[in-house]
């Protein structure tokens, strides 16, 4: 074991060599892209099945770089958390998130969204003053915190800490925590007993096979009843067909999102709907 070991270190070297050069340079790119305003955020329905209506859309963001193009925020997003560069990325996509559901709520009246949702990393969680900030925000924007979900996964919040401090203090403002990718983590159904959860988002994971009988949906039944249990909200994430809709539905999700419903975009159309459209 131990000469295999040191056979992966010899082969993996100069590419994490490679990896944390390009990593430098993409980070640089992203300071100047942050200041240049080559970043936006599109945002995701989450749609109450079967009526149709969008419930909540979660904010995604995006990156136009100049030369490459739409680069993704699974790639960026980690360099970012490595480099510190999300503190103020993140800062910005909260600020936006913020803003644009304030104009919602202001333009469109019933039909608008009750929340939307911004992913937050764990770097950001991590700083004492993160809930301050958020607080600030809110009061800037205008947006009433009762519209605002956080997404954390459980990777950055299993350690406790500093965390799940942030988390109550957020949760004392009236702002809602979502627990992102659940069931992806290392993590114990015993989380959900230490950190304050309102959201649960089954990961796309467990929607994938909830159509095929036995172990495959086991799994997102298991969760939905858990969070039921445990007065909590469930979200079937990466939704993708009619079919697997209806069999979540029939297991008793009444949140669902993917793209069967719609991608994310800059403006959802929220006078129509996805089952409005297919019937
Ligand atoms: P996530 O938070 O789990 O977001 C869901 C991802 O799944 C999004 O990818 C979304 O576009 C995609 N998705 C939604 N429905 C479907 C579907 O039906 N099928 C499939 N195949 N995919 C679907 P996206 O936007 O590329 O984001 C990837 C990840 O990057 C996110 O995963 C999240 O971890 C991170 N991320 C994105 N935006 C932000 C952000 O504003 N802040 C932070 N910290 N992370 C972000
Ligand atoms: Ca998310
Ligand atoms: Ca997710
Ligand atoms: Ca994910």
């Known amino acids: 074991a131990a000469k295999r070991a040191g056979q992966a270190y010899r082969r993996w070297e100069p590419a994490l060599d490679e990896q944390s050069t390009g990593h430098a340079k993409l980070g640089a790119e992203m300071r100047i892209g942050l200041d240049a305003g080559q970043f ?28 490459r193009g739409t680069v993704s925020p699974a790639h ?47 770097r950001q969680l991590a700083r004492p003053g993160f809930a301050t900030s958020v607080a600030d925000i809110l009061a800037e924007t205008g947006l009433a915190p009762n519209h605002l979900a956080v997404e954390v996964t459980e990777t950055a919040v299993f350690e406790g800490g500093q965390a799940v401090t942030t988390l109550h203090e957020l949760r004392k403002l009236g702002v809602q925590i979502a627990l992102d990718d659940f069931g992806t983590g290392h993590s114990a159904l015993g989380l959900l007993q230490t950190v304050p959860v309102d959201i649960l ?28 249990e445990l007065g909590m909200t469930a979200v079937a994430e990466g939704v993708e067909t009619a079919e697997q809709a209806d069999a979540l539905s029939r297991l008793g999700y009444t ?9 994310p975009v800059a403006e959802p159309d929220f006078g129509r709907s996805r089952t409005a459209i297919a019937a």
Request: aromatic residues 8%; neutral net charge; glycine residues 6%.
């Open 40 to 67: 936006r955020v599109v945002y995701q329905p989450i749609v109450a099945f079967p009526e149709g209506r969008i419930a909540a859309v979660e904010a995604l963001v995006r990156w136009e770089h100049p030369h």
């Open 76 to 122: 960026f997003v980690p360099v970012a958390e490595q480099n510190g560069l999300i503190v103020e990325l993140g800062a910005w996509i909260l600020r936006t998130a913020c803003r644009q559901m304030a104009r919602w709520r202001a333009e469109l009246g019933v039909s608008a969204p009750d929340k939307v949702s911004v992913n937050v990393s764990a």
């Open 201 to 228: 988002k089954v990961d796309k994971s467990f929607v994938d096979n909830v159509t095929e009988a036995g172990r495959h949906s086991a799994i997102a039944e298991a969760l939905i009843q858990i969070s039921t």
């Open 255 to 263: 949140l669902l999102q993917g793209y069967y419903f719609s991608r």
